[in-house]
């Protein structure tokens, strides 16, 4: 079992930054990658960005990319989101998530193993 643990949420005005953290606890040791997903009201769950276990590879969602990057302390057992440039569509609850199959970082819930209790943030317009 891996448990996980998002930090960092709140509310931020159009254009400003955030900086999400996901902690690690129990059998940190079988995670192969870290990911972010995100759930806006009314809609499903979707993929923000992943991290390999090594942190040489990472993936972004298209709505991500440029604003966002993703990076791990492995000795702390954490992984942060840093976002950049807010947008009021950035408005959502945001959920860490593990993969404990090895393979090629997934940007699919199913791809998933464990989910943290996830973390709101508000972008004011």
């Known amino acids: 079992q891996v448990q996980l643990v998002e930090s960092g949420g709140g509310l931020v005005q159009a254009g400003g930054s955030m900086r999400l953290s996901c902690a690690a606890s129990g059998r940190t040791g079988d995670v192969y990658a870290t990911g972010w997903f995100r759930q806006a009201p009314g809609k499903e769950r979707e993929f923000v960005a992943a991290i390999s276990r090594s942190g040489l590879t990472r993936k972004f969602a298209d709505s991500a990319k440029g604003r966002f990057t993703i990076s791990r302390e492995s000795a702390k057992n954490t992984v942060d989101l840093q976002m950049n440039t807010l947008k009021p569509e950035d408005t959502a609850v945001y959920y860490c998530?593990?993969?404990?199959?090895?393979?090629?970082?997934?940007?699919?819930?199913?791809?998933?193993?464990?989910w943290g209790q996830g973390t709101q943030v508000t972008v004011s317009s």
């Open positions: 998530a593990a993969d404990v199959r090895p393979g090629r970082l997934h940007d699919a819930v199913v791809g998933y193993d464990f």
